[in-house]
T-cell receptor, first 115, second 112 residues
Framework: DGGITQSPKYLFRKEGQNVTLSCEQNLNHDAMYWYRQDPGQGLRLIYYSQIVNDFQKGDIAEGYSVSREKKESFPLTVTSAQKNPTAFYLC??????????????FGEGSRLTVL | RKEVEQDPGPFNVPEGATVAFNCTYSNSASQSFFWYRQDCRKEPKLLMSVYSSGNEDGRFTAQLNRASQYISLLIRDSKLSDSATYLCVVLRPSGSARQLTFGSGTQLTVLP
């Protein structure tokens, strides 16, 4: 079955540690995204990538880094510079051939808690 | 003013009721509109797109009012399984999925 796989589902981290969240898709989608969701707030875009070896900052990129070495993979690193990293992180993908439908396919999310 | 605003609810309705959610958007040049559904602690999933002429999918009806810059979602004959958070999503004028803006969601609980 095609889809998006995020891991780990739950992650605990001590302050000052970097952590990397994995996102893999087998939908053959060109575009991939990372969103953050906090209680009572909408999803906010952290980074996105429309093609391999290229990515762009979203609205809240500070304290995060990404890479896109393969079409299928778009890992997100939450660095120690991120002031409030505890959140629900969602990876998504879409067909992005210019003007697309706007439909995003999401992974099941990674819930990060900083202790 | 937020780019996309929704009444957070919660809306608690009995099974079989009709319930409507509204969502307003600030950018008059926004091109496309969607409703996503998000179950508790799960990922969002596309429920339906919203077309200018209005569209219906079973018990769900979506409407767009460009003049007043709002979209609506009507759910008829509510089922227990409709309990979820409904996210209003707007595509900014650039036309790419990276420019989707999400509302904070409206929580619906359908009671037996």
């Amino acid at each position: 079955d095609g889809g998006i796989t995020q891991s780990p589902k739950y992650l605990f981290r001590k302050e000052g540690q970097n952590v990397t969240l994995s996102c893999e898709q087998n939908l053959n989608h060109d575009a991939m995204y990372w969103y953050r969701q906090d209680p009572g707030q909408g999803l906010r875009l952290i980074y996105y990538s429309q093609i391999v070896n290229d990515f762009q900052k979203g609205d809240i990129a500070e304290g995060y880094s990404v890479s896109r070495e393969k079409k299928e993979s778009f890992p997100l690193t939450v660095t120690s510079a991120q002031k409030n990293p505890t959140a629900f992180y969602l990876c998504a993908s879409s067909i992005d051939k210019g003007r697309d439908t706007g439909e995003l396919f999401f992974g099941e999310g990674s819930r990060l808690t900083v202790l | 003013r937020k780019e996309v605003e929704q009444d957070p609810g919660p809306f608690n309705v009995p099974e079989g009721a009709t319930v409507a959610f509204n969502c307003t958007y600030s950018n008059s040049a926004s091109q496309s509109f969607f409703w996503y559904r998000q179950d508790c602690r799960k990922e969002p999933k596309l429920l339906m797109s919203v077309y200018s002429s209005g569209n219906e999918d079973g018990r769900f009806t979506a409407q767009l009012n460009r003049a007043s810059q709002y979209i609506s979602l009507l759910i008829r004959d509510s089922k227990l399984s409709d309990s979820a958070t409904y996210l209003c999503v707007v595509l900014r004028p650039s036309g790419s999925a990276r420019q989707l803006t999400f509302g904070s969601g409206t929580q619906l609980t359908v009671l037996p």
